[in-house]
């Protein structure tokens, strides 16, 4: 669980170091986010550091407040009004196929990772687990 939600998030956060944090920052303005280039980067290190955190199991009830909470404004700004299903197939062409907006579904399934990894623990190999071996607890 750690591996997939940690990963997907830092996807997302170099994603958008990739293709430009300017676009990032224009979307986030077209849809009257405030301060969209404090909240577009606040975004990115959200999605690098607390991506990082959870795939190292490091801190994850710490990390995920914060990931949680880019996903309710991810939710709540951008996949609402799309409804709950993220694979919207509209039609296949000669060109492959063409998907419409992404609903909410994806955006619940990560709130579902981390509220496990928050109340099952981050497992066996996690940083957390190993320092508190090594502290003898």
Not at 73 to 100: C, D, E, R, Y
Not at 102 to 113: K, Q, V
Request: charge should be neutral.
């Amino acid at each position: 669980m750690r591996l997939i939600v940690g990963y997907g998030f830092m996807e997302h956060g170099v994603s958008k170091l990739m293709h430009g944090p300017e676009h990032f920052v224009a979307m986030l303005g077209a849809i009257g986010v405030p301060a969209p280039e404090f909240m577009a980067w606040l975004t990115i290190i959200v999605e690098l550091a607390g991506g990082l955190a959870v795939l190292l199991g490091a801190a994850v009830p710490l990390a995920s407040v914060p990931m949680a909470a880019v996903l309710l404004v991810a939710i709540f700004t951008v996949h609402l009004p799309n409804g709950f299903s993220s694979i919207k197939l509209q039609s296949v062409t000669a060109t492959g196929a063409h998907f419409g907006q992404p609903g909410y579904e994806t955006d619940l399934l990560y709130l579902a990772g981390l509220a496990a990894l928050v109340l099952g623990g981050s497992g066996p190999l996690a940083l957390d687990r190993a320092g508190r071996r090594t502290l003898g607890r």
